[in-house]
T-cell receptor, first 113, second 112 residues
Framework: SAVISQKPSRDICQRGTSLTIQCQVD?????MFWYRQQPGQSLTLIAT?????????ESGFVIDKFPISRPNLTFSTLTVSNMSPEDSSIYLC??????????FGPGTRLTVT | GENVEQHPSTLSVQEGDSAVIKCTYS??????FPWYKQELGKGPQLIID?????GEKKDQRIAVTLNKTAKHFSLHITETQPEDSAVYFC???????????FGKGTHLIIQP
Protein backbone atom coordinates (compact mmCIF):
# COMPACT_ATOMS: atom_id res chain seq x y z
CA SER A 1 0.00 0.00 0.00
CA ALA A 2 1.09 3.59 -0.61
CA VAL A 3 1.87 5.97 2.25
CA ILE A 4 0.63 9.48 1.59
CA SER A 5 1.51 12.68 3.41
CA GLN A 6 -0.10 16.09 3.09
CA LYS A 7 1.04 19.56 4.04
CA PRO A 8 -0.24 21.55 5.81
CA SER A 9 -2.31 19.38 8.13
CA ARG A 10 -4.53 22.34 8.94
CA ASP A 11 -4.72 26.06 8.29
CA ILE A 12 -6.88 29.06 9.05
CA CYS A 13 -7.05 31.50 6.15
CA GLN A 14 -8.67 34.82 5.45
CA ARG A 15 -11.39 35.29 2.88
CA GLY A 16 -10.03 36.19 -0.56
CA THR A 17 -6.65 34.52 -0.13
CA SER A 18 -5.35 31.26 -1.65
CA LEU A 19 -3.84 28.14 -0.09
CA THR A 20 -1.75 25.46 -1.79
CA ILE A 21 -1.91 21.94 -0.36
CA GLN A 22 0.89 19.50 -1.09
CA CYS A 23 0.53 15.72 -1.44
CA GLN A 24 3.52 13.38 -1.42
CA VAL A 25 3.38 9.62 -2.07
CA ASP A 26 6.16 7.29 -0.96
CA UNK A 27 6.19 5.41 -4.28
CA UNK A 28 5.37 6.04 -7.91
CA UNK A 29 1.63 5.77 -8.58
CA UNK A 30 -0.51 5.74 -11.66
CA UNK A 31 -3.34 7.97 -10.52
CA MET A 32 -3.71 10.75 -7.98
CA PHE A 33 -7.01 12.31 -6.96
CA TRP A 34 -8.26 15.20 -4.83
CA TYR A 35 -11.41 14.99 -2.72
CA ARG A 36 -13.29 17.38 -0.47
CA GLN A 37 -15.03 16.36 2.74
CA GLN A 38 -17.22 18.99 4.36
CA PRO A 39 -17.66 18.70 8.14
CA GLY A 40 -19.59 15.57 9.04
CA GLN A 41 -20.20 14.72 5.40
CA SER A 42 -19.04 12.24 2.81
CA LEU A 43 -16.20 12.62 0.33
CA THR A 44 -16.68 14.29 -3.05
CA LEU A 45 -14.22 13.93 -5.91
CA ILE A 46 -12.83 17.28 -7.05
CA ALA A 47 -10.50 16.18 -9.84
CA THR A 48 -8.04 13.65 -11.15
CA UNK A 49 -4.47 14.96 -11.17
CA UNK A 50 -2.89 13.87 -14.45
CA UNK A 51 0.86 13.67 -14.73
CA UNK A 52 2.09 15.86 -17.56
CA UNK A 53 -1.31 17.22 -18.55
CA UNK A 54 -4.20 19.26 -17.21
CA UNK A 55 -6.30 17.85 -14.40
CA UNK A 56 -9.73 16.37 -15.12
CA UNK A 57 -12.40 18.13 -13.06
CA GLU A 58 -15.74 16.78 -11.84
CA SER A 59 -18.97 18.62 -12.38
CA GLY A 60 -19.17 21.64 -10.10
CA PHE A 61 -15.42 22.14 -9.79
CA VAL A 62 -13.39 24.42 -12.07
CA ILE A 63 -9.72 24.94 -12.74
CA ASP A 64 -9.77 28.65 -11.87
CA LYS A 65 -10.97 27.85 -8.36
CA PHE A 66 -8.99 24.63 -7.79
CA PRO A 67 -5.84 24.63 -9.92
CA ILE A 68 -3.96 21.34 -9.66
CA SER A 69 -0.42 20.39 -10.57
CA ARG A 70 1.19 16.99 -10.88
CA PRO A 71 4.81 17.40 -11.95
CA ASN A 72 5.79 13.75 -11.41
CA LEU A 73 4.50 10.34 -10.35
CA THR A 74 4.77 10.95 -6.59
CA PHE A 75 3.69 14.57 -6.02
CA SER A 76 0.66 16.79 -6.56
CA THR A 77 -0.65 20.13 -5.34
CA LEU A 78 -4.15 21.54 -5.01
CA THR A 79 -4.69 25.28 -4.68
CA VAL A 80 -7.90 26.65 -3.23
CA SER A 81 -8.18 30.12 -4.75
CA ASN A 82 -9.99 33.27 -3.67
CA MET A 83 -11.34 31.48 -0.63
CA SER A 84 -14.69 32.05 1.01
CA PRO A 85 -16.11 30.52 4.23
CA GLU A 86 -17.92 27.94 2.04
CA ASP A 87 -14.51 26.49 1.17
CA SER A 88 -13.99 25.43 4.78
CA SER A 89 -13.54 21.66 4.46
CA ILE A 90 -11.12 18.81 4.73
CA TYR A 91 -9.17 18.32 1.49
CA LEU A 92 -7.89 14.81 0.89
CA CYS A 93 -5.37 13.48 -1.57
CA UNK A 94 -5.49 9.86 -2.73
CA UNK A 95 -3.32 7.66 -4.87
CA UNK A 96 -3.80 4.51 -6.88
CA UNK A 97 -1.12 2.21 -8.21
CA UNK A 98 -1.51 -0.41 -10.91
CA UNK A 99 -4.22 -2.20 -8.94
CA UNK A 100 -7.63 -0.76 -8.08
CA UNK A 101 -6.87 0.08 -4.46
CA UNK A 102 -6.99 3.77 -3.61
CA UNK A 103 -5.21 5.06 -0.51
CA PHE A 104 -5.81 8.36 1.21
CA GLY A 105 -3.67 10.91 2.94
CA PRO A 106 -4.51 12.27 6.40
CA GLY A 107 -6.23 15.34 4.95
CA THR A 108 -5.80 19.10 5.26
CA ARG A 109 -8.34 20.81 7.47
CA LEU A 110 -9.05 24.28 6.10
CA THR A 111 -10.98 26.98 7.91
CA VAL A 112 -11.75 30.22 6.08
CA THR A 113 -12.69 33.26 8.17
CA GLY B 1 -23.11 9.56 -13.14
CA GLU B 2 -22.85 7.02 -10.38
CA ASN B 3 -24.99 7.35 -7.25
CA VAL B 4 -24.26 5.34 -4.09
CA GLU B 5 -26.81 5.02 -1.30
CA GLN B 6 -25.71 3.79 2.14
CA HIS B 7 -27.77 2.59 5.12
CA PRO B 8 -28.07 2.99 8.01
CA SER B 9 -26.59 6.39 8.81
CA THR B 10 -26.02 5.33 12.43
CA LEU B 11 -25.68 1.80 13.80
CA SER B 12 -25.31 0.94 17.46
CA VAL B 13 -24.46 -2.66 18.43
CA GLN B 14 -23.38 -4.43 21.58
CA GLU B 15 -19.75 -5.43 21.79
CA GLY B 16 -19.37 -8.96 20.43
CA ASP B 17 -22.41 -8.72 18.16
CA SER B 18 -22.32 -8.41 14.37
CA ALA B 19 -22.81 -5.25 12.33
CA VAL B 20 -24.05 -5.03 8.76
CA ILE B 21 -23.93 -1.94 6.55
CA LYS B 22 -25.59 -1.92 3.14
CA CYS B 23 -24.99 0.06 -0.05
CA THR B 24 -26.63 0.24 -3.43
CA TYR B 25 -25.20 1.70 -6.62
CA SER B 26 -26.78 2.89 -9.83
CA UNK B 27 -24.17 2.52 -12.58
CA UNK B 28 -24.02 -1.04 -13.94
CA UNK B 29 -20.54 -0.23 -15.31
CA UNK B 30 -19.14 0.03 -11.77
CA UNK B 31 -16.86 -2.91 -11.08
CA UNK B 32 -14.89 -2.03 -7.95
CA PHE B 33 -16.39 -1.59 -4.47
CA PRO B 34 -14.13 -0.61 -1.56
CA TRP B 35 -15.00 0.04 2.07
CA TYR B 36 -13.23 2.65 4.19
CA LYS B 37 -13.04 3.24 7.92
CA GLN B 38 -12.52 6.81 9.06
CA GLU B 39 -11.63 7.68 12.62
CA LEU B 40 -11.98 11.19 13.95
CA GLY B 41 -9.33 13.53 12.57
CA LYS B 42 -7.86 10.95 10.18
CA GLY B 43 -8.05 10.11 6.51
CA PRO B 44 -10.13 7.15 5.29
CA GLN B 45 -8.46 3.76 5.70
CA LEU B 46 -9.14 1.04 3.15
CA ILE B 47 -10.33 -2.03 5.07
CA ILE B 48 -11.65 -4.36 2.38
CA ASP B 49 -12.71 -4.25 -1.25
CA UNK B 50 -14.36 -6.43 -3.84
CA UNK B 51 -14.28 -6.62 -7.61
CA UNK B 52 -17.35 -7.37 -9.67
CA UNK B 53 -16.14 -10.82 -10.69
CA UNK B 54 -16.37 -12.01 -7.06
CA GLY B 55 -19.47 -12.48 -4.90
CA GLU B 56 -17.88 -12.50 -1.47
CA LYS B 57 -14.57 -11.70 0.17
CA LYS B 58 -13.49 -12.21 3.76
CA ASP B 59 -10.62 -10.91 5.87
CA GLN B 60 -10.68 -12.11 9.47
CA ARG B 61 -13.72 -10.47 11.13
CA ILE B 62 -14.66 -8.43 8.07
CA ALA B 63 -16.49 -9.64 4.97
CA VAL B 64 -18.03 -7.97 1.95
CA THR B 65 -20.74 -9.43 -0.29
CA LEU B 66 -21.75 -8.22 -3.74
CA ASN B 67 -24.96 -8.80 -5.67
CA LYS B 68 -24.39 -7.45 -9.18
CA THR B 69 -27.90 -8.19 -10.35
CA ALA B 70 -29.47 -6.17 -7.56
CA LYS B 71 -26.62 -3.63 -7.58
CA HIS B 72 -25.98 -3.83 -3.89
CA PHE B 73 -23.08 -4.72 -1.63
CA SER B 74 -22.73 -5.09 2.11
CA LEU B 75 -20.08 -4.93 4.82
CA HIS B 76 -20.26 -7.49 7.62
CA ILE B 77 -18.26 -7.12 10.83
CA THR B 78 -18.42 -10.02 13.28
CA GLU B 79 -17.44 -10.11 16.96
CA THR B 80 -17.37 -6.32 17.13
CA GLN B 81 -14.85 -4.65 19.40
CA PRO B 82 -14.66 -1.09 20.82
CA GLU B 83 -11.95 -0.19 18.29
CA ASP B 84 -14.44 -0.87 15.48
CA SER B 85 -16.26 2.35 16.45
CA ALA B 86 -15.78 4.78 13.53
CA VAL B 87 -17.49 6.10 10.41
CA TYR B 88 -17.60 3.59 7.56
CA PHE B 89 -17.94 4.60 3.91
CA CYS B 90 -18.76 2.44 0.93
CA UNK B 91 -17.71 3.53 -2.54
CA UNK B 92 -17.97 2.47 -6.16
CA UNK B 93 -15.85 2.98 -9.24
CA UNK B 94 -15.71 1.90 -12.85
CA UNK B 95 -11.94 1.57 -12.47
CA UNK B 96 -9.62 2.90 -15.12
CA UNK B 97 -9.01 6.60 -14.67
CA UNK B 98 -12.15 7.14 -12.59
CA UNK B 99 -12.17 8.19 -8.96
CA UNK B 100 -14.54 6.90 -6.31
CA UNK B 101 -18.17 7.79 -5.66
CA PHE B 102 -18.87 7.52 -1.94
CA GLY B 103 -21.95 6.73 0.10
CA LYS B 104 -22.91 9.15 2.88
CA GLY B 105 -21.32 7.07 5.61
CA THR B 106 -22.42 5.01 8.62
CA HIS B 107 -21.48 5.98 12.15
CA LEU B 108 -20.88 2.63 13.88
CA ILE B 109 -21.06 2.73 17.68
CA ILE B 110 -19.95 -0.30 19.68
CA GLN B 111 -21.66 -0.35 23.09
CA PRO B 112 -19.61 -1.95 25.91
Amino acid sequence: SAVISQKPSRDICQRGTSLTIQCQVDSQVTMMFWYRQQPGQSLTLIATANQGSEATYESGFVIDKFPISRPNLTFSTLTVSNMSPEDSSIYLCSARGNAYEQYFGPGTRLTVT
Amino acid sequence: GENVEQHPSTLSVQEGDSAVIKCTYSDSASNYFPWYKQELGKGPQLIIDIRSNVGEKKDQRIAVTLNKTAKHFSLHITETQPEDSAVYFCAASTGGADGLTFGKGTHLIIQP
